[in-house]
């Protein structure tokens, strides 16, 4: 069997991790890699650190507006699967590169696997909110995360080939954590010590393209460091750009302004931070599965089983009430009931290698 795995974005080339450790036990993969992510820190450090295989296809895509990106990646995708005529197309998530890909094997009527599909914001000012409800209205198998995410597409009407497998980002912490802790230099470097610093990420298009929010969001960071707390902030190459267009990051110790780190590196920066501060998808759930209290700068998460939980404080960008969340946050009492087992990745290769008879389709168990 030949699969197509696309990825292009920082978070899929974790998720492909755990997936093609398993994949290629089974089938030959063909790695297809948009560029969408091109700086080495977004990357290729994560090629190197994930030990995945060098992309056997790397399309230089780039950064761009929506349509010249996704437009460009559609036509280039579409070359190699007309070339390689693989029996399934694998995307993860919900970037632009997911759509790409999705789209391209859709239209020459090669089955598309999502990997996290049925995730709702219900927020169409998302980008990736589109970029999902596209990409699953045209998958062949929907290989869900979560029993929401059944449901969402059991309300659009989607119940054809959707499964319950996991996450499989789940795996990939359970995999690496170990690894993480044995091997990162990061605290030392940062010169932090355990539960005595912030962990803050911003990257969403919502809260960095729009001066305001971003303003409020640094206006926030920068009370809790007056205040005595220590803000450590990773930032993403958009969002670096951004706050120094808002003079926020010139020779600051508090809040600190360092480059994207490693997976490792993040994965110990969020096990022992004090609170994660984020508008990101997967450190939610990294601060659950670690047990750190978690406050989100957006007013919906498609992660709902966190907040339902009472580890994460859904606070938008208001600095007043991201500063109150983060200095009383909500104390976390039951780690890791959610989000699998750590074995998601074998269930979305063994429905992918036609061997899950055990796997029951959400069809089959229509409530
Ligand atoms: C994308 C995804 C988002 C995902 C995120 C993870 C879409 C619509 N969004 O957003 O779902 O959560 O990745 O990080 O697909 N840039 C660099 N270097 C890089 C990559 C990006 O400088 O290596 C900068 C560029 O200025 C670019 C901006 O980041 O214009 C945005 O890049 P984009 O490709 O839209 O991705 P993300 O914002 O990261």
């Not at 399309?59 to 070339?83: D, F, R």
């Not at 926020?248 to 609170?275: C, E, F, T």
């Not at 450190?283 to 919906?300: H, I, M, N, S």
């Not at 989000?339 to 990745?345: L, M």
């Amino acid at each position: 069997m030949k699969v197509a795995v696309i990825v292009g974005a920082r978070p899929q080339f974790i998720k492909c991790a755990a997936v093609s450790r398993e994949l290629r036990k089974v089938a030959t993969e063909v790695l297809i890699h948009t560029g969408q992510h091109y700086d080495d820190n977004m990357s290729e450090l994560f090629f190197r650190e994930l030990e995945i295989p060098k992309p056997k296809y790397n399309l230089g895509v780039g950064s761009g507006p929506h349509g010249a990106q996704s437009g460009e990646m559609l036509k280039l995708i579409e070359e190699v699967l007309l070339k390689e005529r693989p029996s399934y197309v694998v995307v993860y998530g919900d970037t632009n590169s997911t759509l790409a890909g999705a789209l391209a094997a859709a239209k020459l009527h090669i089955p598309v696997a999502h990997v996290e599909a049925g995730l709702r914001s219900f927020n169409k000012r998302m980008p990736e909110e589109i970029n999902r409800v596209v990409t699953d209205q045209i998958s062949t198998l929907l290989l869900c995360p979560t029993e929401t995410a059944v449901d969402n597409l059991r309300r659009e009407g989607i119940r054809k080939g959707v499964y319950l497998v996991g996450d499989v980002m789940c795996d990939a912490m359970q995999y690496s954590i170990e690894t993480a802790e044995r091997t990162s230099k990061i605290l030392e470097r940062l010169e932090v010590r355990p539960k005595e610093y912030l962990l803050a990420t911003v990257h969403r298009a919502e809260n960095t393209d729009r001066p305001e929010n971003l303003e409020k969001i640094a206006s926030a960071f920068d009370m809790l460091a007056k205040s005595g707390e220590i803000v450590v902030f990773p930032a993403h190459p958009r969002t670096k750009k951004r706050l120094e267009t808002l003079r926020r990051v010139d020779g600051l110790r508090n809040p600190l302004v360092i480059d994207p780190v490693s997976y490792l590196d993040m994965l110990v920066l969020g096990k022992h931070a004090k609170v994660v501060l984020t508008d990101s998808g997967g450190l939610q759930k990294e601060a659950y599965w670690f047990g750190v209290p978690c406050v989100t700068l957006r007013d919906e998460t498609e992660w709902v089983e966190t907040v339902e939980a009472g580890w994460n404080t859904l606070v938008g960008t208001d600095p007043d009430r991201i500063v109150a969340a983060a200095t009383s946050p909500a104390l976390p009492v039951d780690p890791r009931s959610h989000y699998g087992d750590g074995h998601a990745a074998e269930r979305v290769v063994r429905i992918l290698a036609g061997s899950h008879e055990n796997l029951v389709s959400a069809d089959v168990t229509a409530r």
